[in-house]
């Protein structure tokens, strides 16, 4: 089966997949380099709507960047305020504000769209 079409179910991905396999070893800029650039954009596209991938929580989000980057909670703290504030937004006190998410995104080169998505907090005790 050769696709010349969007994929629409498992069978018609497992094919693609099957000549991709085929054509690892293709030029670019030639015919069958054209046709591995094409079945992997059709695959692509499928998997990402057969299997989306959702955005991590925002405040995981954070944790896992500041351990990437080997920064501490006082490394957020020009950004969302005293070491109070930082304690709060991380424990789920207290929600992002606007500059805070500006501040963040920078600082960890996280897309502000992750950190714009609510999330659950807690109640302060």
Same mark, same amino acid.
């Given at each position: 089966?050769?696709?010349?079409?969007?994929?629409?179910?498992?069978?018609?991905?497992?094919?693609? =997949?099957?000549? $991709?396999? *085929?054509?690892?070893?293709?030029? &670019?800029?030639?015919?069958?380099?054209? @046709?591995?650039?094409? !079945?992997?954009?059709?695959?692509?596209?499928?998997?990402?709507?057969?299997?989306?991938?959702?955005?991590?929580?925002?405040?995981?989000?954070?944790?896992?960047?500041?351990?990437?980057?080997?920064?501490?909670?006082?490394? =957020?703290?020009? $950004?969302? *305020?005293?070491?109070?504030?930082? &304690?709060?937004?991380?424990?789920?006190? @207290?929600?992002?504000? !606007?500059?805070?998410?500006?501040?963040?995104?920078?600082?960890?080169?996280?897309?502000?769209?992750?950190?714009?998505?609510?999330?659950p907090t807690k109640a302060a005790a």
């Open positions: 089966m050769q696709i010349n079409r969007p994929i629409r179910n498992d069978r018609e991905h497992k094919a693609a =997949l099957l000549e $991709i396999e *085929g054509l690892m070893d293709a030029k &670019a800029g030639t015919p069958r380099g054209d @046709r591995l650039d094409l !079945l992997a954009t059709l695959v692509e596209v499928y998997e990402a709507r057969r299997w989306p991938i959702e955005n991590p929580d925002p405040i995981e989000a954070i944790n896992f960047m500041m351990e990437q980057k080997g920064l501490s909670r006082r490394d =957020l703290e020009p $950004i969302i *305020g005293g070491r109070g504030r930082v &304690a709060e937004i991380l424990n789920r006190k @207290r929600s992002l504000t !606007l500059p805070m998410i500006r501040g963040l995104a920078k600082l960890l080169d996280l897309p502000a769209d992750i950190l714009v998505q609510s999330y």
